[in-house]
């Protein structure tokens, strides 16, 4: 079945044998074609790889032919690899863009198709729209071809042959970058133990391969593929972190590092089996990086991202991005080395001088570095922020929608809104979806899904009981 294909905030995703098929893959790869080849008529150069996904291969080698056919050289990646490598390859190689097959952290039946321009950023709106303009573009003519007995095709195909079919193993040039930015030494001498859980997906031999030629102990589990990840989505979150707890326990490790299905996420476990909330990872590293690079140029987070990165930017005269949700947009802040770190609370960060792309192995080895360093565990790490600055809780969840709900719904978020639940408005924020902010520092965020009929609720307020009844009113307001 052909479909209307849309990149959303990170590339095309769908269900397999559904709506991801391969005639739809073919004619989502012929737009990228298209738009690659408007940009650079000649010597095109296009990465094309993927995470470990059921079929990956089978999808790179056709975008590989279709590339070929409009006389780009592709440049196939033979094993799984992360999204920041590719991102970094690309730049590296000055290659002109990337066909990554991936669904990142979502369910072992989705795939998908990110695109990264050459400058290693996830591809932005204005590029997408003509890549699916293309796409458009592309249907009208392979329908005009089969009327004209696919003379046109035949053409391009001979063309083809013409091309060379290049590789490109990314893994030696990233692994390489990163222990530039990582103080390995540091890790290595405070004797550091450390359990890592790629969850099955891409970053396999990657954060481990690091650490360990570093002479630093490392342990692993699901480092094996498994296209179905465990029967779950490789999501690197709470309630999906047991097996690295355990190993944590065994080998009495002071940290777990974990990455999602194309290592663009994040999980962190404290010493103690705490899992940390990315919003709090993202906080504490930003506080890190200043305090162990005196970077200070900056600091970035989507608007459903906790406000303790607001308060630590004041407390160190820092200034504040805040975005759209979206790795992209950050990822031009830091392209433009407006800002020391970016994050997002959907355990996305990258920092300044790396990819302007999410990069779930680089938030995990710089945690190790800050226990090191510190000798203190990130849950003392944080408890010391929160006496400088004060306490934040934030809070996400998803609510599915009835079609009559979601109509009236959808209409109620063009309003802005007075109070909430008895709480006065302070101020409305459109940056993306409907923000409320509250003059004691709390706040909601609404964002529905362009994918399902889900609407995001993003809250956050100054203790455990305040959230509760903010999460309650934020609720009662989408159904009453």
């Not at 296009?46 to 590339?67: H, K, N, Y």
Request: hydrophobic share 40%.
């Amino acid at each position: 079945m052909l479909t209307q294909i849309k990149f959303g905030t990170s590339g095309w995703r769908a269900v397999m044998a559904e709506e991801f098929t391969f005639a739809n893959v073919k004619r989502a790869v012929g737009g990228i074609a298209e738009y690659v080849a408007s940009q650079k008529p000649q010597g095109a150069r296009v990465i094309v790889g993927r995470d470990p996904r059921f079929l990956g291969e089978t999808f790179c080698s056709m975008a590989a032919e279709i590339l070929a056919t409009q006389g780009i050289t592709p440049l196939v990646v033979a094993e799984p690899a992360p999204t920041p490598a590719f991102a970094y390859a690309v730049v590296h190689n000055r290659a002109d863009g990337v066909i990554n097959f991936t669904a990142s952290h979502n369910p072992p039946e989705y795939n998908g198709i990110k695109f990264s321009t050459p400058d290693g950023c996830p591809a932005l709106p204005e590029v997408t729209k003509k890549i699916e303009a293309a796409i458009v573009a592309g249907d009208k003519e392979r329908d005009k071809e089969v009327k004209e007995n696919n003379k046109s095709t035949a053409a391009k195909v001979a063309g083809a042959a013409q091309v060379t079919h290049g590789a490109l193993d990314p893994k030696p040039a990233y692994l390489k970058r990163l222990a530039e930015i990582i103080d390995l030494e540091v890790i290595r001498k405070a004797k550091l133990r450390v359990v890592f859980d790629p969850m099955w997906g891409a970053a396999r031999g990657y954060s481990d391969e690091l650490l360990r030629n570093a002479g630093i102990e490392i342990a692993t589990v699901h480092d094996y593929r498994d296209v179905l990840f465990g029967g779950h989505a490789p999501e690197p979150d709470d309630h999906l972190l047991e097996d690295l707890r355990k190993k944590m326990r065994e080998t009495r490790a002071q940290i777990g590092i974990a990455t999602d299905g194309d290592a663009d996420r994040f999980g962190i476990v404290d010493s103690d089996g705490t899992f940390l909330q990315p919003n709090y990872v993202i906080a504490l590293l930003f506080d890190y990086l200043i305090e162990s690079r005196g970077w200070k140029n900056g600091v970035a987070k989507s608007v459903a991202t906790t406000n303790l990165i607001n308060a630590l930017a004041e407390a160190h005269g820092v200034e504040l991005h805040e975005t759209p949700v979206g790795f992209k947009y950050i990822g031009e802040l830091i392209m433009q080395d407006k800002i020391a770190i970016g994050g997002e609370e959907s355990a996305g960060l990258s920092i300044r001088h790396h990819v302007p792309e999410k990069d779930g192995v680089l938030a995990g080895l710089l945690c190790c570095e800050a226990v090191a360093r510190r000798g203190k565990s990130l849950g003392d790490q944080l408890k010391a922020l929160c006496n400088q600055v004060g306490s934040y809780y934030p809070q996400r969840e998803n609510f599915r929608l009835t079609p009559e709900v979601k109509a009236k719904f959808t209409e109620k978020l063009q309003s802005d809104p007075r109070d909430l639940g008895g709480r006065t408005v302070s101020q409305v924020v459109r940056t993306d979806g409907l923000k409320l902010l509250f003059s004691d520092g709390s706040w909601v965020c609404y964002r529905l899904s362009g994918t399902e009929p889900v609407v995001r609720v993003y809250t956050e307020a100054r203790s455990l009981e305040g959230l509760e009844a903010l999460s309650a009113a934020a609720k009662h307001w989408i159904f009453e």
